[in-house]
């Protein structure tokens, strides 16, 4: 069973300041993931995708991949109210046939 | 990049009754669709993989016979939700993917069974 756990929050941040946002799998073949933004009663947008080790700037966003920790993060700087969403953590197998397997999401508050 | 619509966005119907989503490229041509279910305060969860032409693959514990997955053509899938249950209520959404593992989603349908 391929598992993808992400803290539910709510995580409250400053506006201007940084927020960190942390994923975990379990499936070791996983070979790419990938950071949604959901805002409330919509559809997932992709943020950021990534697919080896070390870190991948877009941007305010940073995504972070560690495979042998089995952990990939996102780092959103400058944060400002409109980032308060919840943030999906997606992993994929490999395999253009596979969907992808979802966290339950961060949801994330930036206060003014 | 890459659109996917949904139609409808919303709809609302009687137990018992049977609904129709339907899943569109529109400016690609999607290899694969997949369907994705997501209940309140949820992670969206993969229903089905469907291939053009091809019986739809669907994950453990999704009743195929229930939820009917079409992909008539490379642009178009449909899920018709047969026979619906308020606990059938949820929000659909589909993606479409080519070659490779980036999926674009639709703007999702949010199905309520009265």
């Known amino acids: 069973q391929k598992e993808v756990e992400q803290n539910s929050g709510p995580l409250s941040v400053p506006e201007g300041a940084i927020a960190s946002l942390n994923c975990t799998y379990s499936?070791?073949?996983?070979?790419?993931f990938f950071w949604y933004r959901q805002y409330s009663g919509k559809s997932p947008e992709l943020i950021m995708s990534i697919y080896s080790n070390g870190d991948k700037e877009d941007g305010r966003f940073t995504a972070q991949l560690n495979k042998a920790s089995q952990y990939v993060s996102l780092l959103i700087r400058d944060s400002q109210p409109s980032d308060s969403a919840t943030y999906l953590c997606?992993?994929?197998?490999?395999?253009?046939?596979?969907?992808?397997?979802f966290g339950k999401g961060t949801h994330l508050i930036i206060q003014p | 990049g890459a659109v996917v619509s949904q139609h409808p966005s919303w709809v609302i119907c009687k137990s018992g009754t049977s609904v129709k989503i339907e899943c569109r490229s529109l400016d690609f041509q999607a290899t694969t669709m997949f369907w994705y279910r997501q209940f309140p305060k949820q992670s969206l969860m993969l229903m089905a993989t469907s291939n053009e032409g091809s019986k739809a693959t669907y994950e453990q514990g999704v009743e195929k016979d229930k939820f009917l997955i079409n992909h008539a053509s490379l642009t178009l899938s449909t899920l018709t939700v047969t026979s619906a249950h308020p606990e059938d209520s949820s929000f659909y959404i589909c993606?479409?993917?080519?070659?490779?593992?980036?999926?674009?989603f639709g703007p999702g349908t949010r199905l309520t069974v009265l």
């Open positions: 997606a992993v994929h197998s490999g395999g253009g046939a596979d969907g992808l397997t």
């Open positions: 993606s479409g993917g080519l070659n490779t593992d980036t999926q674009y």
């Open positions: 499936d070791r073949g996983s070979q790419s």
